[in-house]
Structures are given as structure tokens and as C-alpha cells.
Nanobody, 125 residues
Framework: QVQLVESGGGLVQAGCSPRLSCAASGRTFISYDMGWFRQAPGKERDVVAAISWSGGKPYYSDSVKGRFTISRDNAKNNVYLQMNSLKPEDTAVYYC??????????????????WGQGTQVTVSS
């Protein structure tokens, strides 16, 4: 199993570039594909970005492509989400999630087995 704890959220101004971190416990962190999801008020939880256990080519949703970057440090059991040029529509609770690796990087919410508690990101205009 793996336990996940997100940090780095808060109230930020539009255009800022904060970084979210997700700390994973357990020695098998390297075995998991990792994803960042977000849920805005009244909306479903959707994938933002995902990265394989090996750190290969990541996936980004169209809404964040070119602005957000996902990365991982397997030695530190951390995964990160660098968010640039934030917009008010990026306001949401952001979740870190872990998925046992499969033949391809998966981006569906139901594919992920372990979840953090979430961190609120509020972008003011």
C-alpha cells in the first residue's frame, strides 16, 4: 500500500506559479504510476496530469497543457505538479493518486487505487 499527502495549495493570484507536492509513504512508491486530479465545486473529479513509474512521457489534460508540469523524484518518494500562469478556472481541490502500472499510462479516476486527502487551490483574479 501507499499513503499520499499533498501540500502546497492555498490562495494565489492569477498568473502565479505555485508547485504542489505529494509525499508518498511506503517502499514501493517507484512501482506506481502517479496522477494529479482536481475537483471544482459542483463538478466531477478530472485528471490534470499523470506520469508513469519510470517518469516517461507524461499525460496532460487539454486545459493545462503547456502550463502545468508533472514530475517525480523516486528517491524522495515525491511527485510534483508545477502550475504556471494560473487562471481563476484552475480553482479546485487537487488530489494526488497512485495506480499500479499497466501496459499504458491510465488517466481515469477509477483506475487509481490510492488517494491523498486533497489540497485546495484558489486562484483570485
Amino acid at each position: 500500500q501507499v499513503q499520499l499527502v499533498e501540500s502546497g495549495g492555498g490562495l494565489v493570484q492569477a498568473g502565479c506559479s505555485p508547485r504542489l507536492s505529494c509525499a508518498a509513504s511506503g517502499r514501493t512508491f517507484i512501482s506506481y504510476d502517479m496522477g494529479w486530479f482536481r475537483q471544482a465545486p459542483g463538478k466531477e473529479r478530472d485528471v490534470v496530469a499523470a506520469i508513469s513509474w519510470s517518469g516517461g512521457k507524461p499525460y496532460y489534460s487539454d486545459s493545462v497543457k503547456g502550463r502545468f508540469t508533472i514530475s517525480r523524484d523516486n528517491a524522495k518518494n515525491n511527485v510534483y505538479l508545477q502550475m504556471n500562469s494560473l487562471k481563476p478556472e484552475d480553482t479546485a481541490v487537487y488530489y494526488c493518486a497512485a495506480d499500479l502500472p499497466s501496459s499504458r499510462l491510465r488517466v481515469g479516476e477509477r483506475d487509481y487505487d490510492y488517494w491523498g486527502q486533497g489540497t485546495q487551490v484558489t486562484v483570485s483574479s
